[in-house]
């Protein structure tokens, strides 16, 4: 505990250390190179601490309020997530060695990058409400500091406002949440809160205060609204560190209070977590195939992401409150192998962005092409990182997405009528979203990579620096291996989730030819290695013939475009136009409005076609919100210019009037 207590003094330090210099380019790579460095010795520490199985380690430092002091905690949880943040730092350090030589400002942004990773150190370390609540916070500041480091730019300014308000909002639900959990005893410590008793009521509570609280920072509808826009924002390794680490430390919140906190678990619980998870899943993913800029995509995607995550944690309450320990241990193995491997593919994707918008200067697919002749290494590991969000084998989204469903399958054993005809309806609603994320990132790949270049700066493009590879590379490489042995990466869970529902999967590693089997080989079976190496011995076959028996001559013709033999870039199937038949098909469900302007015969006026896409959530729940502050902020602007008598005449009214409140309280 000592060494990553230590580890986190020096993120802080570095942070400070990089404010006079902030803006050398040398003292950038000297900031990365150390984060990396730093986050390797955390990763190393938590990694042993899980394949290890040693017990909880524990350090109560004298810090914070008068008698509580400041408690710290690893134990299979927190070292589980605390390998999630530094596997995400230390690719998001080694990107940016070579991605700060670019930087506009990084006197904005190097001294909030180390200060960010300690926030997320400390948060899945922290064993009392005080440090959790101090250090969640903390993290949620550094983040916004790097989303606004960009602030000239109008929408920045505005992601970095909704932001911040989302993130105080979920803060003061977590308070409250540790209020309750705390009861009569008033303890802050996670230790006396696991044996406080909580009455149903209470329960309730703690789970809607801790599901908002969390909910609203991992992405959760209702409460998604910031994320399409702060990520973006963000520069692109911060970006893969919100989007693919900060959203799981939520995740890990959400699992700490209600999982170990809040008591014995009810089979009611898991309804809400299936409802709003489910249609997170289906709305993020239909919201991210309708985006034009590469990083919005990505960042609806993961909404639709997190929402399968608590679909899994919903299922795991489920069995575990109706005794079905090995199905709940099934459901909550899914659920965490997908953080995980949405940690992996996720700062890969982001960073594929990042590569691409430092090689063009676009974000807009339709400003893109054909980069795949210019990019190829990027185009290479970007393609494994489509290819894996998709849940396609033998790549690691697949295997925990298929532990998911088989999970779901174990739904008819529930007693509850309610759970029996919920859950089916949530399996097919989570069949709809894989199907809609592989026709999205079919069509993010097709339109930045393959075609033709859309615009001069796209033709221009060259291949980002070895850093950058280096990182995607890495994480392209452990999506390959986490879906050809899942075995091994569910058999690292088996200590987590044992501690979280008394249960485990059956031990994998040692299955014949490295097969995975949930609950019975009967049932069913999968084995990411047989399917891996038949993909590659069939594609190997197919050259094999093609170069051997196919033709040598060289052909060339026009390739076809709708029947019109239009030789211009923008003629090609841009990203509107492949979106459209989705985009019609769900269009009262997203908001979608369609316009088309079409001149009458003799009118020489181009014809136009635009296409709005609103977030119903938006409009329906946060614009009224929006517009009445700004009415009351309007009619309260005449109290702004009071002379100092009706300024102390206003405050010995309202001195009156809390008084007589009180008087009739007692």
Partial sequence: MTILLLSVVGLLVLGLVSIPA??????????????????????????????????????????????????????????????????????????????????????????????????????????DAFTFLVSWEFMSLASWALVMAHHREADNARSGYVYLIMAAFGTFCLLLAFGLLAGAQGSYAFSAMRGEALTPVTAGLVLALALVGAGSKAGLVPLHVWLPLAHPA???????????????????????????????????????LLVVGAC????????????????????????????????GLGLALAFAANGFAAAAALAMTAALFHAINHSLFKSLLFFGAGAVLRATGERRMDALGGLIHRMPRTGIV?????????????????????????????????????????????????????????????????????????TAEAAAAREVDGYALTAMFALGGLCLAAGVLPGFVIDGLAPVVSGLVGARMPT?????????????????????????????????MAAFVIHRFASRAIRRAPAWDCGFPDPRPAAQYGASSFAQPIRRVFAAAIGAKETVDMPLPGDLR????????????????YQPVVTGVAAAADRLNRFQFLTIRRYLSLVFVVLVGLLMVLALWQ
């Fill in 508 to 540: 994998q590693a040692g299955m014949e030819w490295l097969s995975i089997m949930p609950v019975a080989e009967s049932r069913s079976s999968y084995n990411g290695l047989l399917g891996f190496l038949f993909i590659v011995f069939s594609a190997s």
């Fill in 234 to 272: 963000a520069p692109s390794h911060v970006s893969a560190l919100m989007s693919g680490v900060m959203t799981k430390v939520a995740i890990y919140a959400f699992i700490r209070i209600i999982f170990d906190l809040a008591g014995p678990i009810e089979w009611w619980w898991s309804v809400p």
């Fill in 22 to 127: 902030g803006h050398s380019p040398r003292m950038s790579a000297i900031v990365y190179g150390l984060s990396a460095a730093i986050t390797a010795v955390l990763l190393a520490h938590a990694l042993a601490h899980l394949v290890s199985g040693s017990g909880p380690v524990s350090q109560t430092m004298p810090l914070g309020l008068p008698w509580i002091g400041v408690h710290f905690r690893l134990d299979a949880l927190s070292a589980l997530f605390l390998a999630i943040v530094a596997a995400g730092g230390l690719a998001a350090s080694v990107y940016g060695i070579g991605y700060g030589r670019h930087e506009e400002s990084p006197g904005r942004v190097l001294p909030f990058f180390p200060a960010f990773l300690a926030g997320m150190v400390l948060v899945v370390l922290a064993d």
């Fill in 382 to 454: 970007f393609l494994v990182g489509c290819v894996a969000i998709s849940a396609l084998p033998p790549l690691n989204g697949f295997a925990s997405e298929w532990l998911m469903l088989q999970a779901i399958l174990q739904s008819p054993d529930l007693p509850e009528w309610v759970l029996k005809l919920s859950i089916p309806a949530v399996g097919a609603m989570l069949a709809l979203a894989t199907a809609l994320a592989a026709a999205c990132f079919v069509r993010i790949y097709g339109i930045v990579f393959l075609g033709r270049p859309r």
């Fill in 280 to 311: 997170t899943a289906v709305l993020g993913v239909l919201y991210a195939t309708m985006q034009e800029d590469m990083k919005r995509v990505l960042a609806y995607s993961t909404i639709e992401n997190i929402g399968m995550i608590f679909v």
């Fill in 606 to 621: 181009p014809a136009r076609f635009s296409s709005v896409i609103r977030d119903r959530v938006w409009d329906l729940l």
